[in-house]
């Protein structure tokens, strides 16, 4: 299996830099210098190792059939680059969460449309501090005082009101 060159780094740092907090920098700074300084050495080094002198070896070496032994275990010799077996996870695990972003980005467009309306609404009544009961009465019915519908006692808090019945919590059991 040929193994792949790494030319050039295929990470948007400045894309992670923009993203990163202020108090984090300084890690996030060491991290990228650690990942240039490997890239850098990577780099550096040939793509192919350099050639054996295999003649030299065989005249300098006094024990026959040695260095012909060592060049045929040397040229068997195969290291696999190792397979990419993560990618199709990282790819299947972006498209998850690419949905998990579109459902969020729809769901807090349609709250952003609820709110607007709220406040479109809230932006139409007359300040509050110009509101007479009247007015509270019919903008806001479920909150306001109905003294003949449903007449209530200060403080108008149900715990006050005639007739109030305190919920129980179920009797432990034995």
């Known amino acids: 299996m040929a193994s792949k060159r790494i030319a050039q780094s295929a990470i948007n740092w400045s894309a992670i830099a923009e993203r990163v907090p202020e108090h984090q920098r300084s890690n996030f700074l060491a991290f990228k210098a650690k990942s240039d300084g490997y890239l ?5 080094q040939p793509e192919k190792p350099p050639a054996i002198n295999w003649d030299f070896y065989k005249q300098k070496v006094p024990i026959a059939g040695m260095v012909d032994e060592f060049q045929k275990k040397y040229s068997a010799l195969s290291i696999p680059f190792p397979p990419d077996t993560v990618s199709p996870q990282i790819d299947s695990q972006e498209k998850e969460i690419k949905a998990e972003i579109e459902k969020f980005k729809a769901e807090s467009n349609a709250n952003i449309a609820e709110y607007k309306k709220q406040i479109a609404h809230i932006a139409s009544l007359l300040p509050y501090d110009q509101m007479t009961l009247e007015d509270y009465r019919d903008a806001h019915p479920e909150d306001a005082l109905d003294p003949i519908n449903r007449p209530t006692f ?14 129980q919590a179920p009797a432990a059991q034995h």
């Open 40 to 44: 850098r050495r990577v780099t550096s």
């Open 154 to 167: 200060w403080p108008h808090n149900p715990e006050e009101q005639p007739g109030y019945k305190e919920e």
